[in-house]
Every structure is written in structure tokens, then in C-alpha cells.
């Protein structure tokens, strides 16, 4: 608990985070690390599994690690599942060859809801040794993002088994049971709290909220079931560790309707999905240079990395003009953009249209700031 | 063509699309004549086949009719599929047992779209025949809906040859190549078109476009590859026929940010889905009473009747009263709303749990009126 880590090389990620003048536009890839990178499969093979591959510190830290240095992404994200809490519950996660999750264990009655509790940590240990093992090989590059999935999109995941097209069993148990709901909901948000929090303490420097299967829900469950939940996990992280903010990014998939009632969240950014025009975003809610907001990230669709590299630079360059130019007085704090993609990359994307993403993003970023 | 009808005996749902004040909500559910209803089964098992079963005219009637017997519902919709254009272009539409819509053959290259026409009327007699069939057979009792799926996402299952994930291949024709997308959403909305007009010759009362996979595209996409071809569709039919107005609907699923694009569409109402807030909805393109504006038409989460009859009695009423009073003034139009599900019901439904929520629907509004 006590390390010390190398001193931050690169802040612009956790500059913009916190809406500080950034000189270029900060840019990450949700899944960065992952099947499309040829190195990676190849440590998985070595793995034998997706979990063998999460589970094991040394091969967490090698695939984090694969997309540096390939990309001068700004920052790292811990290697991991959304889905390891409820695995921490007795549930069983586990991952057949090209299929999502599946749980050994569902969460649909009374009772099993009754034998849930906030897992011990102990439990969990392989992500937090992994988390310190990282942000020691990462030797201050750039910083490191924890995450986990929301307390709703586990709840999808614990009553499903797995992925749904409906979300039947989920919105059937919340529709004739909300107390049952509203109590797995607690669980979870409190077990998520002090997961992302002893992510902090083992060395995150930034925490991410997936909540993936937000965008489901019916306007006004959405609010109850799902946002009300993530600030609840939001209430119980420390905002700083070591004299260092940790900020707290929310991403909503589908969520682009709630974005005021999102808003009221108590994070430092929103993350959004490519439905989102990110120009009406920021009026809405990025804020006034010296005012308070939200720093945005986001929101390029996946798929526009199958597209010709000079279209995938072209569209890059739409999405950060769309944004507009960034605020450049270091004094203030200001409107921020963040760039990702609007949800994991594929596993089909070419590596070669990545560099070409992540090297415009970074010159036009630049270009916008001289313009001014 | 010079079939001549029995009048119209409930035309609640026909005025309330022209915004015209009724004496309750009219109601209909998408997917209302469905594998949730036991008697459809039935006739299914006989008929051997989805596609048996809709290209037969009098299958194809009798099955439309059925939830007419059990429900007050205020309109039939014509049983047939989104996706008999494509199959009418010589694509090979096929049902397996509890699985989506495949093609036999996708449309991804420059020569596939080359082949691409506006199909002969004559393959979709049989669709023609139902609809004149069914409007014989309902007798005047409520209206009958025609309906197709639109350009964009019939583009979707010509591209991917089915259901999708992920819509990659779609749209990495759309991002590589937008001028073949054109081409081809160009000849889908002309043979659209063609196929609701002639849905009206023979005896539809309205037309919905059902844009299930305009939700997926992104921001700036949606407009100029969705919306922009469904408008070229709503140009080409007429606005009446015999004398009589026909509504036109148009209904993107996951569509809700765009409202305001939506809104400049020259159709009549707007579906909406679950996720969308409705008195927001109402306040943005619902327009006063004495102006102009979209009737709207929606949005309960198909889920909600999983829940017991007495928790779907109340959703339906707290649908109702979110909306809020619709205007009475028979002088006049005014905002109305069509309740109806966000989406086709599913095959799970309790079928008891329908009839609760259609007579709450009518006896609900019916007082909300009556209250002013």
C-alpha cells in the first residue's frame, strides 16, 4: 500500500480529465488491449483462457501493457473483466472460445438474493496485485485507469447468466420485484465501492464506471435503477489518494437521452456512445471556461476503424472539430475532450487504422490549439 | 382496386394520428398477431412456416384477426414481415425455427449493388392480397396499418444477410464506401415506396416504416443514411386515397435523440421507444392545440408485461398520465398519443396480461377526458 511509483511523464489524460488546459487532445481506446492485436492473442493462447489470462499478474501486466507500445495512447487501462465482482460473489464467470460471459450461477429469487453479500477483497487480490504490478511496468508513461461494471450491468449479468437480446429475466424481477431488485442493487454498489476503491489504494490513478446496460432501461428506471446506483458507488470513493484527484468517469452505453439527469452524477467525466452529437453535448453539459462540467469522452463509432486510413483520419478530425477547440488557459478550468471510441474496439479492427486514429488525434489536436 | 369497403365503425386511431381529439387513446402493440397468442401457434404449425405462413392470403388474414377476438384493440396491422422487399429482389428470405431473418444471398460489393432494381410488384401480390383480404374481413371494425421495413435497415440485412451485433460489414460499406450505400438505399426507398403505395391501393388505412436499425448508426450517419432515405419514401406516397387521409408512421427504434430530426420528417406520428421520456416528447413535437405537430405514438417496455396485472394496470396508467391530457376540442388538432409498446411484444408475453392492459388503456383515458 505504501509503494511508490515513478513520477507521471504524461498528465494530459488526467489534465483533461479534470477539465485543465491540455496542449493536445488526450486519447485512449476502451479494450485497447485486446483481441485484435495480434500479440495478445498469442498471450492468450499462452493463457489457455480469458480468465487464466485476467487472473495471472504477469500476463495482465504484459497485455495492458501490448497497445503502448504499438500507439502513443495516453493512458493504460487495467486488464480485466466488468464482470469480476459478481465472480468474487461465488457466481462463477467464465468465458467459452468467442462467447460473452456466462455465469454458473444466476441471481433470479428471494433467496438468492438474500445470499448475497459484498465480497472479501481477498478474493479478488489478483486484480489489485495486477493493478500495482501495471502501473510499476508502466514506470510513470502514462497513467492507469481501474474500472468495473455498474451496479445495474452486473445485475443484468447476475439474473441473465449472460448477455440477453431482451433483458427479460433482468426487467421481469424488477418490474414484479423492485424491493428484490433495489437490495442486489445495494450489494452490488456497495461491493463495486470498495473494489474500485482498493484499485486506488493498489495504484489506479483514474476509475471508470461501465455501466454498459444502462441504455435499456425505460426512462425513469433508468434514473432509479441504474444512475442512482453508480452514484451510490460514486459516494464512496475517495476523491483524492495521496494528494493526487482521482478522477471518475462514467460511460452510459445508450445513455445519451439522460445526459442532464447523467449531469448530476458526482464524476469528473462522462464517457458517450457515437449516437451523440458531441458538439450539443458540450453545450449541454461540458460547461464554461472558469464554470463547472463535465469533461467528455468519447465518441467515435468502432466501426469507422474498417473504413480506408485517410477516411478513419478524416472522421477523427470531424469528431474533434465537432467538439470544438478546447480551452487553453492553464489558469482556469474549462470545457475538456477526451478521445475514445463509443464502445470497445472490435476484434476485426486492421492494427495499422489504430495508428493512424491515435496520430491524428494528435496532430490536428495540436493544429486546433495553434489556430487559436 | 375498386374494391369498395364496409365503413368504418372506430376510427379513434385514425383520428388520433391526424391529431384529431377521440374519447380515449386508441391502442395497438406491435408484433400484436404473434407466437405469444396460443391460436397463432396453431395456425402457424399448420401453415409449416413463417413465410408460409404470410405469403398465404388466408393464413395471412386469419391470423391478423386473431388478437382482434381477444383484445379491444383499435387497429389491425397487416401480418407480414419488414423484409419481403429484399426477399421480392431476389435475396432469399428465410425463418429458421426460433432464429431471425436469413438471406439467402447479401448485397456487399460494387457488382451486388449493380444488380440491385425496384422488384416487379407482381413477386409481392401475395402481401397485396392479404391486405385487401384482412380489410375485407375486419368489415369496417377498426383500421388496418400497412406497413415495411425502412431503406436503412432493410440496407442492414441485404449487407449483413441477418441480425447483427455489431452492423460491422454494413457499415464498413457505409464508412468505405458511401456512394455505393447511396445507390442502394436510393433503389430500397423507391421499391419501398412503390410497395406502401400499393399496400394503399389495396386497402391499407395507414403506413408505418419501421426503422429498427436506425438506432445504430451514429450521430451525423443517421441523418443522411436513415432519415434522409425514409423521407424519400414519405415523398412518394400519396397523402390520401378514395378521399380519405392516410397517416404514415414512422417509427426509428433507439431514435429518441434525434427527435428533433425526426420531427421535420412529413409524416403524421412518431413511434417512440421506451427509453424516451413522452411528456418531453410531447413538449418537443407535440405541438399546441390549433398547431401544427406529430401525434406520438408509444413507448411501454414490452417487459413491463412480465410484471403482475395489477403493476401492468398501473404502468400503463402512470404511460397514460405522463403524457397528460390530450386536447377534446373536436374543432380543432391538438396533441394526441397511440399507446402501443416500444417495441413488438415478445413471445413470452402472458397473454391475460394484454387484455389488462388494453382495457386500463381505454378506461383510464376515458377518465383522464372526462376529469378536465
Known amino acids: 500500500m505504501s509503494t511508490t511509483f515513478a513520477p507521471l511523464q504524461n498528465d494530459t489524460f488526467l489534465r483533461a480529465c479534470l ?28 493463457a489457455g483462457s480469458f480468465m487464466g489470462l485476467a487472473t495471472n499478474v504477469d500476463y495482465a501486466t504484459e497485455v495492458t501493457l501490448q497497445p503502448l507500445e504499438r500507439y502513443e495512447l495516453d493512458a493504460a487501462i487495467l486488464f480485466s473483466d466488468i464482470l469480476t465482482v459478481p465472480d468474487a460473489m461465488g457466481l462463477g464467470l467464465s468465458f467459452a472460445l468467442g462467447e460473452g460471459p456466462k455465469f454458473a450461477k444466476t441471481v433470479r429469487t428471494e433467496s438468492d438474493v438474500a445470499q448475497l453479500a459484498v465480497p472479501d477483497m481477498d478474493t479478488l487480490r489478483y486484480v489489485f496485485d495486477a493493478v500495482t504490478s501495471i502501473r510499476r511496468a508502466l514506470n510513470g508513461r502514462v497513467p492507469l485507469i481501474g474500472f468495473s461494471g455498474s451496479p ?4 443484468c449479468y447476475m439474473v441473465e447468466g449472460g448477455g440477453s437480446d431482451d433483458y ?13 431488485m433495489h437490495r442486489m442493487l445495494a450489494i452490488n454498489a456497495d ?29 425513469g428506471y433508468f434514473q432509479a435503477f441504474s444512475l442512482a446506483y453508480t452514484q451510490r458507488v460514486l ?60 469533461a467528455l469522452q468519447g465518441n467515435l ?18 469528431l474533434l472539430d ?23 474496439i ?11 486514429l491515435v496520430d491524428t488525434v494528435h496532430t490536428h489536436s495540436k493544429q486546433m490549439r495553434l489556430r487559436r
Chains 1, 2 share one sequence.
Open 235 to 294: 459516494n464512496q470513493l475517495p476523491k483524492e489518494h495521496h494528494g493526487q484527484r482521482i478522477p471518475r468517469i462514467v460511460f452510459t452505453k445508450g445513455g445519451g437521452l439522460w445526459l442532464d439527469d447523467m449531469n448530476t452524477l458526482d464524476c469528473d467525466v462522462l464517457g458517450l456512445d457515437w449516437t451523440v452529437n458531441l458538439a450539443k453535448a458540450r453545450a449541454a453539459v461540458g460547461g464554461a471556461v472558469g464554470g463547472l462540467g463535465k
Open 191 to 219: 461491493a463495486v465501492a470498495l473494489y474500485l476503491r482498493s484499485q486506488i489504494e493498489a495504484g489506479a490513478q483514474a476509475v471508470m464506471v461501465f455501466d454498459s446496460w444502462g441504455g435499456v432501461l425505460a426512462d
Open 19 to 46: 477539465r485543465q488546459a491540455t496542449d493536445h487532445t488526450p486519447i485512449w481506446l476502451m479494450r485497447q488491449a485486446g483481441r485484435y492485436l495480434p500479440e495478445y492473442r498469442a498471450t492468450r493462447a499462452q
Open 168 to 180: 427479460r429475466l433482468v426487467k421481469t424481477l424488477m418490474y414484479q420485484r423492485p424491493d428484490l
Open 301 to 318: 463509432d468502432p466501426n469507422v476503424l474498417f473504413a480506408n486510413p485517410e477516411q478513419v483520419a478524416a472522421e477523427a478530425v470531424k
Open 346 to 356: 472490435s476484434q476485426y479492427t486492421p492494427p495499422e487504422n489504430v495508428k493512424v
Open 152 to 155: 445495474w450491468t452486473l445485475a
Open 322 to 344: 465537432s467538439f470544438g477547440a478546447p480551452h487553453t488557459d492553464r489558469n482556469t478550468n474549462g470545457p475538456t475532450h477526451i478521445f475514445n471510441l463509443g464502445h470497445g
